[in-house]
């Protein structure tokens, strides 16, 4: 009697295969999850719901007993994400960042593929530990990026002989940014937002 009491327990546990319509117990569902996790350091639930065969909602539970006993992982957006893969994806954005000199947030999000505002505070928390840059207005920059930007503006306001109104002073660097852009070598690069707030920063 006990034995068919505890196999009875052992079954109501389980969680039935919705294509296999076998069972599949708790403590597996949470070891396939936790699989994933340690092999990239990423789980996407749905997939996992998919391949082991059960309800997304059952993926889902087991996610949020996994994430209470393990302060270094997160559930955002469908998927449990750990702190560790944060940091490798903030080094891979840095490495990128001191090749170019400056990289785009939403095209980051798109390599990554996680949203924009949630690469953007993962990237913020890491900025002057991991990554060496400046972000503002979703745009990373490397300090020399922004030191050149600066020089350019200074120079191009020194470069005035009369007083001129400041809209004037930016629509010459507009100028020099399409040229920058444009020309193969030589000229102005940057972006227009950082040449705004550089401006902006010589007459505070």
């Not at 389980?14 to 350091?41: D, M």
């Not at 990128?96 to 095209?107: H, I, P």
């Not at 505070?121 to 490397?142: C, D, P």
């Not at 306001?157 to 002073?169: E, I, K």
Request: charge should be negative; include cysteine.
């Amino acid at each position: 009697m006990d034995a068919e009491l505890l196999e009875l327990q052992r079954l109501f546990q389980a969680t039935q295969e919705s294509k296999a319509k076998e069972f599949i117990t708790k403590e597996r569902l949470k070891a396939e999850v936790e699989t994933e996790i340690n092999r990239i350091g990423r789980a996407s639930l749905v997939d996992i719901a998919s391949a082991v065969g059960v309800e997304l909602v059952h993926c889902e539970r087991v996610a949020e007993q996994i994430v209470a006993e393990k302060p270094d992982l997160t559930f955002v957006q469908g998927e449990i994400v750990a702190d560790s893969y944060w940091d490798t994806v903030a080094e891979e954005v840095n490495e990128a960042l001191q090749e170019s000199g400056q990289v785009v947030v939403g095209e980051l999000a798109k390599r990554f593929n996680v949203g924009s505002e949630l690469l953007t505070r993962v990237l913020e928390s890491r900025i002057g530990k991991l990554i060496q840059g400046k972000l503002e207005a979703g745009q990373l920059y490397t300090p020399a990026h922004v030191s050149r930007i600066r020089a350019v503006v200074r120079g191009a306001v020194r470069a005035l002989t009369v007083p001129t109104a400041l809209s004037a002073v930016w629509s010459c660097l507009q100028k020099q940014l399409r040229e920058g852009d444009d020309a193969s070598s030589g000229g102005v690069s940057g972006e227009g937002v950082l040449f705004q707030s550089v401006l902006s920063g010589l007459f505070n």
